[in-house]
Nanobody, 113 residues
Framework: QVQLVESGGGLVQPGGSLRLSCAASGSIFSYVMGWYRQAPGKERELVARIFTAATTKYADSVKGRFTISGDNAKATAYLQMNSLKPEDTAVYYC????????WGQGTQVTVSS
């Protein structure tokens, strides 16, 4: 079983940047790591997933602005978010999948002037 703890959320102005971190309780080497988000009144949606260092997947709405990465040695996944927009406001959740989904508790990201 993997426990995930997100950090790095907060309030940022439009055009700003944030980096989210997801610390795992154990090795993430064999897991597909991902970031999802859920805005008020909306369903949770995929933001980005990382399969290998060279294979990633992004939602069209964040392509070119967000970058997902992982550090196996630190058992941590990251989401670098640049050029943030108000529509990026949501609770962001870390996910680890190896045939079964593990979720973090979420971290709030608010983009507002």
């Amino acid at each position: 079983q993997v426990q995930l703890v997100e950090s790095g959320g907060g309030l940022v102005q439009p055009g700003g940047s944030l980096r989210l971190s997801c610390a795992a309780s154990g090795s993430i080497f064999s897991y597909v790591m991902g970031w999802y988000r859920q805005a008020p009144g909306k369903e949770r949606e995929l933001v980005a997933r990382i399969f290998t260092a060279a294979t990633t997947k992004y939602a069209d709405s964040v392509k070119g602005r967000f970058t997902i990465s992982g550090d196996n040695a630190k058992a941590t996944a990251y989401l670098q978010m640049n050029s943030l927009k108000p529509e990026d406001t949501a609770v962001y959740y870390c996910n680890a999948n190896r045939g079964f989904d593990y979720w973090g508790q979420g971290t709030q990201v608010t983009v507002s002037s």
